[in-house]
């Protein structure tokens, strides 16, 4: 497959340098417009030449818009979901994967199925739970007539009540509960032989020995992999950080980024947009170029 | 040091039973081995007696106590397997001392008896290692040193040399046979090479089909197969199988064309029964020798130490291992000579062996 000819790598070289242009050149036109002032920016076409007000531009953004705060918040909702969402994945792959009992492969199929439910198509009946996680329970008790009977018998009114709302386990653990990780942890412990766990229990390691000891040391790639991803994916949720977050305290960067585009009627200010963009994007980049290493090795198969 | 006793032991997966009822007595410090063909049951056998896997029927005793229900780790057993499954992760010294950490040693004292079993095994120079820099010895080695540390009762081993070249493969045999002369623990070992067999053995239990054929020491398993399968199984070139049929005055072989004069007691006219006679147990004779049975050389292999010749034995292939030189060209013809102690009869029908021969030298029919 591998052929080497001169025009052949020009063109290879070709489509990946017109690749990279149509990737780069947006980030490119936001880092320029958020370097011109006010009138510049708003010039028709604007002008590709960079201006001198960038770091004007990025003060004004972050004091505006009071990102300071947002980005902790953000922060604390990605770190928690990318967290979440490894310790549970790693944690449910290890019950299918090594234990053998009545309804696996029920547990299995409802885990998946979650797959075909995302956010965004139960984010009604998410957002009534979050209000009272307690509802459910209280619905149940209800129905079975349980509340009835305790409130006859105690004079007690049954009530419960646990609102998420406005709170980072509100924002968090919904965002956790889904089976994306699941899988990635399955494939790879299915590749771990069967003789590591053998020999594991012959040391006399129990199974959280084993998961601990074994499982977790040699996952350590796929759990960067994971973590990366569900990162970024927290980071960039709008939707659900918009609807459950009333409260300022609690507001997110993506979402307040709302704040820095200009109103109708308001001075078209897109160059303090464009420097907030910049802001709000800058943690993720990190974090991808920290982990970029590890990612790529979780995500190609296991090594030797 | 501990006793193994195994009773009427059954496996079954779902439907289908692999092991079908063995019983088994090994004495304190024995080293056993027990070979078989691949699907024989013997690696499934060795994962009950470890604990692996569930014991279907039956009881396996470890010191006078039934360990059926126990975890492995309770059973005093350690496994070398035969792809070593080191923890990738851990260096020489953590994969030595995991079963102590496990077990809750102090730092200190691991330490010390990790020093102490890499010094036996010669791999103190490669404690901080990771088994990915090894060579297939040294892993070996490592994973012996993961069952030693434990001062385990029973030993067990499942194909622990298969992966390792010919060469490494007979050095560490002879180390396992040191290493066992110096610990003197139980030792179980499952292999289908029956060289390795042959050679660390005190007793050896043959296995077929999920069923025990034979158990004795090499030599009796060698000079006295207990049944058809053992008799091929065990010598390489395997032995001779001439099929005959019982007749009024003795055996008629090959289709009739000779015959064996033999008494008989308990056999009746016109029963199957197979002759064996091992490769290195005939001679071969100029053609025209009185007593000699004429065959065709097919091929000669040359061994070194000794040729394998090879014949065509009025249709049926035979096979003469010898450590004269054979003269003999391929198609010509030669003779061959056998003791009547070196035969073997079996049952063609249970395959079983039939001590109730007395043989002569097979006579061409005139």
Known sequence: ?304 | MASIAIRGVKKNYAKTQVVHGVDLDFASGEFVVILGPSGCGKSTLLRMIAGLEEISDGTIAIDGTVVNKLEPRERGCAMVFQNYALYPHMSVAQNIGYSLKVAGVPSAERAQRVQAVARVLELEHLLDRKPMALSGGQRQRVAMGRAMIREPKVFLFDEPLSNLDAKLRVQMRSEIRKLHRRLSATSVFVTHDQVEAMTLADRLVVMNGGRVEQVGTPAEVYSRPASRFVATFVGAPAMNMLEGTVTLDGLSLLGGSRKLNVSRTGVPVGAKVAVGIRPEAVRMVAPGTPGALAATVDLIEELGAGRAVYVDLDGAPFSVVTSEIVHSEPGSTIGLQFAEADLHFFSSETGGRLDVFKASVPEPVL
Not at chain 1, 108 to 126: A, H, Y
């Open chain 1, 1 to 304: 497959m591998v052929e080497r000819t001169p025009i052949l790598n020009f063109f290879t070289h070709l489509i990946l340098f017109v690749g990279f242009v149509f990737c780069v050149a947006p980030f490119v036109i936001v880092a320029i417009a958020a370097s011109h002032n006010l009138k510049d920016v708003n010039d028709v076409p604007m002008s590709l030449l960079p201006g001198s007000d960038f770091w004007v531009n990025i003060r004004t953004a972050w004091t505006t818009a009071d990102l300071g705060p947002k980005l902790l918040n953000s922060f604390i909702m990605a770190f928690g979901v990318a967290a979440g969402k490894v310790i549970i994945s790693a944690l449910t792959a290890f019950s299918i994967v090594y234990f053998r009992y009545p309804g696996r492969m029920l547990m299995f199929w409802l885990i998946f199925i979650t797959l075909m439910l995302p956010l965004e198509v139960r984010i009604v009946p998410t957002y009534a739970v979050v209000a009272n996680v307690l509802e459910p329970y209280q619905a149940i008790m209800d129905l079975t007539g349980l509340s009835w009977l305790i409130e006859k018998v105690s004079g007690v009114q049954v009530s419960l009540s646990l609102g998420l709302l406005n709170s980072y386990s509100g924002l968090i653990l919904p965002l956790v509960a889904t089976a994306t990780g699941t899988f990635l942890y399955r494939q790879f412990f299915l590749t771990v032989p069967d003789e590591l766990t053998e020999a594991a229990r012959m040391d006399g390691a129990g199974a959280l020995r084993f998961f601990v000891d074994i499982l977790l040391p040699l996952s350590r790639n796929n759990m960067a992999a994971l973590g990366t991803i569900m990162f970024l994916w927290a980071w960039n949720q709008y939707l659900w950080p918009l609807l459950i977050t009333t409260d300022q305290s609690h507001a997110m960067a993506v979402t307040e980024l709302k704040q820095l585009i200009p109103n109708v009627g308001g001075a078209p200010e897109w160059h303090i947009a464009m420097a907030g963009t910049l802001i709000v994007m800058l943690p993720p980049l990190i974090v991808v170029v920290l982990m970029q290493r590890w990612f790529v090795r979780g995500l190609i198969a296991t090594e030797k």
